[in-house]
Nanobody
C-alpha cells in the first residue's frame, strides 16, 4: 500500500504564490510518474502538471509559464510551485503517482486526499 500526503494549500490573493508538496510513503519499489490534478466545483478533474522519474515535465496550457513542477526522488516528493495565481486556479488539487510496489512489483496509480487552493480577486 502507498500513501500520499499533501500540504501547502490555502487562501491567497490574485497574483500571489503557493507551493504544494506531496510525499509518497509505503511499499515502494520505484516511482514512475508523479503529478498534480485539480477539480473546481462542478467541473471535471483536470491535469495540471506531471513529471517523470527522469524529470520530463508536461503542463496544462492554462498553467504554462506560471506553474513549475519538480520532484525529489530521494524523498519520494513532488512539488508544485504556483505563481501569478488567478481566481480561475481555485480548486482542490490532488497529488497523483504511478508506483511499482515493493511487495508484488505491480504498477498501480495512487491519489492524495486533495488540498484546497482558493484564490481571491
Amino acid at each position: 500500500q502507498v500513501r500520499l500526503v499533501e500540504s501547502g494549500g490555502g487562501l491567497v490573493q490574485a497574483g500571489g504564490s503557493l507551493r504544494l508538496s506531496c510525499t509518497a510513503t509505503g511499499y515502494i519499489f520505484r516511482i514512475n510518474s508523479m503529478g498534480w490534478y485539480r477539480q473546481a466545483p462542478e467541473k471535471q478533474r483536470e491535469l495540471v502538471a506531471t513529471i517523470t522519474s527522469g524529470g520530463l515535465t508536461n503542463y496544462a496550457d492554462s498553467v504554462k509559464g506560471r506553474f513549475t513542477i519538480s520532484r525529489d526522488n530521494a524523498k519520494n516528493t513532488v512539488y508544485l510551485q504556483m505563481n501569478s495565481l488567478t481566481p480561475e486556479d481555485t480548486a482542490v488539487y490532488y497529488c497523483y503517482t504511478n508506483v511499482v510496489g515493493s511487495r508484488n512489483f505491480q504498477t498501480s496509480d495512487y491519489w492524495g486526499q486533495g488540498t484546497q487552493v482558493t484564490v481571491s480577486s
